[in-house]
């Protein structure tokens, strides 16, 4: 009686299992990617970093999560009370939902569709919305603004990052992810990033900076000269689920750019030594070695000027991200 009721469910509870698989994870390296940001800057800098909280610090993530929990959320009497409760949990919940199409091995996605690609695009480019919403829904002048130009900045580099992934997608002649990854087998010599589309690789991972608003572009939090940008009326978990927003795009994007440029699961070199690892650890070592340099990035470069910004957007990635596309589309015809 009991396997009758359940066999009707047991595809979405599978399913469900999936999805928990990938999420429970993600949610617990969004915690500890606070923590190893800071205790890498620290290194760089000479310092200890978080070194109290648990052994070596690494309960610090918690501790802080907790105190955000525990304070009072203080929505401005002025504000649209749901948009500027929803802003932030869009921001947050979309950082995750493109996970639904990253092959993390070769038997192992939510969801294998063919259009994965078109996908991941879609649901990047709806970050903006999030935070017009919550300039928006503030009803303050300075997080209105500051709403527009974090926008402005999110959509200019959409645009390269768009042309950079048609580049992927002539040299792979396909729109799904995992055949993607297959493109790359063979070793490092075979992977995106050290072929024809080097350059672009540069180019998609300077604009997941600016996209993810992390330094050197971090735009939004220059402006606390004067206030916070766009967040500025926000408190307690409302105010965390921005940053959780942030660095759950972190890990999206270095997956992205593992899966397009850096073979995904596929080994450095197509040996029997390294061919013995698991994939999903050769995904998890790439992963972790684009958010290194995301950390790095921000121990190291001085902050751009809005104009600076917005230049190298519109003026130099775009014509390169451009020509690119004819070059690559050139090679195939020819050449392939």
């Known amino acids: 009686m009991i396997m009758d009721w359940l066999t009707p469910i047991l595809p979405l509870l599978f399913l469900i299992g999936k999805i928990l698989l990938v999420v429970v994870p993600l949610l617990i390296c969004v915690a500890m990617l606070t923590y190893f940001e800071r205790k890498v800057i620290a ?112 959509v200019s580099y959409e645009v390269s990052i768009g042309f950079v992934i048609v580049t992927v997608l002539l040299q792979v002649g396909s729109l799904n992810l995992g055949d993607i990854v297959h493109a790359q087998a063979g070793g490092i010599a075979h992977w995106h990033a050290f072929g024809l589309l080097f350059p672009m690789f540069i180019v998609f991972f300077i604009s997941a900076l600016a996209e993810t608003n992390r330094h ?78 995301f950390v790095w990035a921000r121990a190291t470069l001085p902050r751009y000027r809005y104009d600076q910004l917005m230049r190298l957007g519109w003026k130099v990635f775009l014509p390169l991200s451009l020509l690119w596309v004819v070059l690559t589309a050139g090679y195939v015809v020819y050449f392939k």
């Open 216 to 293: 050197p572009f971090d735009l939004p939090e220059a402006e606390a000269e004067l206030v916070a940008g766009y967040n500025v009326e926000y408190s307690s978990m409302s105010f965390a689920l921005f940053f959780l927003g942030e660095y759950a795009n972190m890990i999206l994007m270095s997956g992205i750019a593992t899966i397009l440029f850096l073979g995904g699961w596929q080994p450095v070199w197509d040996v029997a030594l390294f061919t013995a690892i698991p994939g999903l650890v050769w995904f998890a070592a790439k992963v972790l070695f684009c958010l290194f340099v």
């Open 43 to 154: 290194a760089m800098q000479l310092r200890k970093g978080p070194n109290v909280v648990g052994f070596l610090g690494v309960m610090q993530p918690f501790a802080d999560g907790l105190k955000l929990l525990l304070k009072e959320t203080i929505i401005p009497s002025e504000a649209s009370k749901i948009v500027f409760l929803v802003a932030p949990m869009l921001t947050f919940s979309l950082a995750l939902i493109g996970w639904a199409v990253i092959p993390l091995t070769p038997d192992f996605v939510i969801a294998d569709i063919n259009v994965g690609v078109l996908y991941l695009f879609a649901v990047s480019s709806l970050g903006v919305y999030g935070i017009i919403m919550a300039g928006w829904a503030s009803n303050s002048k300075y997080a209105f603004l500051g709403a527009i130009r974090s926008s402005a900045q999110m």
